[in-house]
């Protein structure tokens, strides 16, 4: 490599897709010869291969540094392989220290444990953290926005108000080219790597989640999406519970008898930002509160830790939060069944669990525990489920387990187990939930007559509830079996009034009998 004059410094991985090295020569912070392990060129090129956002950014500061050398600001070499094969970060940091060593050389890295562990190897380091500066992405947030959507080729758009009261407005009339995209891109992993309080959640194939500072963003290229894509989210409100117009009994409920909760409702609807309103609210009353969200997209008071999945398995983040043993969790966006099997765990272990899931109407909420959760168990793992639509709350169902006759029957060798679903403001029983074969039947019970059935020309229609659209149904009154028909799309069943099953339809109808449901098995 020959006699050299000047300091002699090493950047590792860390230092290179944060784009910090070009930087400081730049800016004379630093000045002298750059190696550049050829690890680090691998694993630029492995990452970008994968698909890995963070790759991009690399490549755009090797770019950086190669325009360095060609202007004179440094002379730049590769240092010639030491590994074969793949190479991972560790890898990566591993050699970079080791050259530095061989070369009497600082190193530059991003990682303050990197940078540690080469001091005690007795190799000069230089933690770099270049001054936090506003990313382009943030200011398309101006007051009143809640989200914007950026698209390769398309006009940037941005959602406008406040949950369930926005509107999609066009930010530009000029569609965004693949170069202002990765340049978007880039500055937010550089942001990312500058300010201690943002970090990659996810980094998967072709999508990375990122938390920049209060903004959650999703960064979306080939081959997990068509083109180059946004989506940056901000909490837009911040509210208190007193904010929302809760009746004296949810009040009470919530502070003496609810540890089951489930909060539901459609997408932005104003579910997290309840669901954070009550964990600041149980924090307040002395309760210990923490969170599992994945990524974390609540926006808590600084005593409330907010865990993430393990490994993207939550039943062991589940594990961690039960010898911690908080009085509330908030467990945010339950999906998938193992998101529901945490919760069942932790609740029945004792933790109040507080569960935030998509639902297009309150009993939609509690129909997603069946077939995950035993059906008499669920009452002892959710007792409130809150409904929350457009800002507001709009229905609160409270759960108990009875054995009786289920609605509608009249003999009593009938008697089950039934789950009752009522109304808290009124204490009306809107559902009841009971088994019915090896079927699950969810009866609306409260429904009035001319919406449970209608005559339209010649038409019976039966309006069923929901979960069976697009099925076969088998049709009971009494507990004794009818006949079979097919639920559409629109959740009806429509039979004709004049046909044998028509005929006795009505004849039940008349009656006041209430028909029940079960899928065709």
Same mark, same amino acid.
């Given at each position: ?11 590792? &991985?860390?230092?290179?897709?944060? /784009? ?5 020569? !730049? ?25 890995? $956002? ?16 060609? =202007? ?9 392989? #030491? ?5 991972? @970060? ?17 190193? #530059? ?9 080469? *001091? ?17 992405? =943030? ?9 914007? %959507? ?26 965004? +080219? +693949? *170069? ?6 880039? =500055? ?16 998967? @194939?072709?999508? /990375?989640?990122?938390?920049? %500072? ?10 997990? /999406? ?15 519970? *007193? ?38 609210? &149980? ?7 923490? $969170?599992?969200? /994945? ?51 932790? !609740? ?9 899931? %998509? ?32 800002? !507001?709350?709009?229905?609160? &169902? ?51 007559? *001319? @919406? ?20 076969? +149904? ?5 507990? !004794?079996?009818?006949? +079979?028909? %097919? ?28 028909? =029940? ?5």
């Amino acid at each position: 490599m020959g006699t050299r004059v000047q300091q002699v410094y090493v950047a590792d &991985y860390s230092s290179i897709y944060n /784009s910090f090295v070009s930087d400081y020569f !730049r800016s004379k912070k630093i000045r002298g010869d750059l190696i550049i392990p050829s690890e680090v060129l691998r694993l630029t090129e492995q990452e970008f291969l994968k698909g890995k $956002t963070r790759s991009l950014s690399a490549l755009d500061e090797l770019e950086k540094l190669k325009k360095c050398h060609e =202007e004179g600001i440094i002379n730049l070499e590769i240092y010639e392989p #030491l590994t074969q094969g793949e190479v991972n @970060e560790k890898t990566a940091s591993r050699v970079s220290r080791e050259i530095a060593k061989k070369n009497n050389a600082t190193l #530059l890295t991003a990682k303050f444990v990197t940078s540690k562990i080469a *001091e005690l190897e007795g190799v000069k380091s230089i933690l770099i953290r270049p001054e936090t500066r506003n990313t382009f992405i =943030e200011k398309f947030f101006e007051p009143g926005v809640m989200s914007i %959507h950026l698209k390769e080729g398309c006009k940037p758009l941005a959602k406008k108000g406040e949950p369930g009261k926005w509107r999609l407005v066009k930010l530009s009339d000029k569609e965004l +080219t +693949t *170069e202002e995209m990765k340049a978007m891109i880039i =500055e937010i992993l550089e942001k990312v790597g500058r300010d201690p309080y943002s970090f990659v959640e996810i980094d998967e @194939e072709g999508v /990375s989640v990122i938390q920049l %500072h209060q903004y959650r963003i999703v960064i979306a290229v080939p081959p997990f /999406s068509e083109r180059l894509e946004i989506t940056a989210v901000r909490p837009i409100v911040k509210v208190k519970l *007193e904010d929302y117009d809760m009746s004296r009994k949810l009040i009470k409920r919530l502070g003496e008898k609810a540890e089951g909760i489930l909060i539901s409702g459609p997408p932005g609807a104003g579910k997290t930002t309840f669901a954070q309103a009550l964990a600041e609210w &149980y924090f307040k009353k002395g309760k210990i509160v923490k $969170t599992m969200e /994945s990524p974390r997209d609540l926006v808590v008071p600084p005593q409330v830790s907010q865990y993430t999945s393990i490994k993207g398995d939550m039943s062991k983040t589940a594990d961690v939060l039960l010898l911690v043993r908080p009085d509330y969790t908030v467990f945010d966006e339950m999906r998938k069944t193992s998101d529901f099997e945490v919760y069942t765990d932790m !609740r029945l272990a004792g933790v109040g669990m507080i569960g935030v899931t %998509h639902a297009s109407s309150p009993v939609d909420a509690i129909q997603r525990l069946i077939g995950r959760v035993e059906l008499g168990m669920i009452p002892q793992i959710v007792d409130t489920v809150i409904f929350i639509k457009e800002g !507001r709350i709009e229905k609160v &169902y409270t759960l108990q387990i009875k054995t009786k006759v289920p609605t509608g029957f009249t003999d009593r060798a009938l008697s089950r187990p039934v789950i009752e679903v009522r109304d808290l403001s009124t204490g009306e029983l809107d559902y009841e939930l009971y088994s019915f074969g090896e079927e699950v039947v969810v009866m609306p019970i409260k429904e009035e007559e *001319e @919406e449970y059935y209608k005559i339209i020309r010649g038409m019976i229609v039966l309006k069923l509830p929901g979960g069976f659209e697009n099925s076969e +149904t088998d049709i009971y009154a009494d507990g !004794r079996y009818i006949f +079979t028909a %097919h639920c559409g799309s629109d959740g009806k069943i429509k039979i004709k009034r004049r046909s044998r099953e028509g005929r006795t339809l009505i004849k039940l109808l008349k009656k006041g009998v209430k028909l =029940e449901y079960v899928k065709s098995s």
